[in-house]
Nanobody, 119 residues
Framework: VQLVESGGGLVRARGSLKLSCAAS????????MGWYRQAPGKQRELVAQ???????NYADSVKGRFTSSRDNGKNTVDLQMISLEPEDTAVYYC??????????????WGQGTQVTVST
């Protein structure tokens, strides 16, 4: 199973970006999908999580600014980010809990995409 992210880049403060992630490979079912980020010198942190049913959970620091959505038919998850702040600068990683068959479930990560917010 591979997760491929796209959509990162450089944006000015108060700007917007949309990240996308597509899962491919031997997929029976994808359960939770999500986005994490890691800034230089900091631990990786959860940004947003979305269940297969569409329920979402966000870090307090991004509530009201970031929105995650997914398309179960296409095995994709997006992260729409608005009102970006320099503190949002980080490498963003896609995450998915994937059942490869009825019995086996694994966690997968994308390669990461850089988001840089300038002042």
């Amino acid at each position: 199973v591979q997760l491929v992210e796209s959509g990162g880049g450089l944006v000015r403060a108060r700007g917007s970006l949309k990240l996308s992630c597509a899962a491919s490979g031997s997929i029976f079912r994808i359960n939770d999908m999500g986005w994490y980020r890691q800034a230089p010198g900091k631990q990786r942190e959860l940004v947003a999580q979305i269940t297969s049913g569409g329920s979402t959970n966000y870090a307090d620091s991004v509530k009201g600014r970031f929105t995650s959505s997914r398309d179960n038919g296409k095995n994709t998850v997006d992260l729409q980010m608005i009102s970006l702040e320099p503190e949002d600068t980080a490498v963003y990683y896609c995450n998915a809990i994937v059942q490869v068959n009825r019995n086996d479930e694994y966690e997968y990560w994308g390669q990461g995409t850089q988001v840089t917010v300038s002042t």
